[in-house]
């Protein structure tokens, strides 16, 4: 995670993948909220949708993957590490929010210090309201439903390795400490996009772990790789056509930026 800006109060994530209109609805909801104590992260999960890019006059940026993660996960996690706000919120792109969304949050981060917080949700449909007075029910474990300090998330990240439920294990290792409530609703979620990870999985498109072949694992270690070169191109080929066979770890003493964020995207 980027270094914390004192200014930033708020750091909104928004994982995309293939819901264009949606997004375009949400962030048109968003632009009338943001001030100068809140950002918002796309995450465009190798969609390459240009059209996302007129939004980053609206100061929102724009960030797009080039190898697609084929959950949200990944983009989730490149949202945690370039926020740079003491509290992150998290929006599906397929899904809204009230317009009174962000000034409730911002006036309770003013009003109180805490690890995370939660508030009360509808479908867009209108037809099932969730009051949350305290806990959420048992079967929404999402993270669309909750605030999430800074410091509570720390190093956890998203396990990219999972397709769904992945908020599941990512809020039993980050809920904990003090929690607060709005009981206001204030997340719209659209239960009827086809495009969803959930909807994918009911209908039995995508498995709930991504298959697992991996029986060893190997360390690759070079002391420099610069932003050019034969061994540069040798140790990215390398990593490119051994990932899907092995648990690959990339260490480095220094590594050109451009270079390491190619790396990254194949391997730890």
Known sequence: MKKENSTIKLSIVIPYHKSLKLTEELLNTLIPQITKEVEVIVVDDDVNTIELDKYKSYNIKIIHHEVNSGNASKPRN?????????????IDGDDNVAKNYVKMW????KKEDFDYGLMSWKTKDGTYKCIIKDMPPADNT????????????????FNEL??????????LAVRKGK?????????IYNR???????KQY???EIKEDKEQVIKTQLVIYRSFLSIIGGIETAVYNACNSLK??????FIYDSCDSKQLRRIQRQVK
């Open 78 to 90: 490149t949202g945690i590490d370039n926020a740079k706000g003491k509290y992150l919120l998290f």
């Open 162 to 171: 999972k397709n769904i439920r992945e908020d599941t294990e990512f809020n």
């Open 202 to 204: 009911s209908r039995g």
């Open 106 to 109: 911002l006036d309770k981060i």
């Open 179 to 187: 929690k607060v409530n709005i009981e206001d609703i204030l997340y």
């Open 244 to 249: 899907d066979y092995y648990d690959i770890i």
């Open 142 to 157: 999402c993270v669309w439903n909750c605030c999430y300090s800074r410091k509570a998330i720390g190093n956890i990240r």
């Open 192 to 198: 009827d996009s086809q495009d969803s990870l959930t």
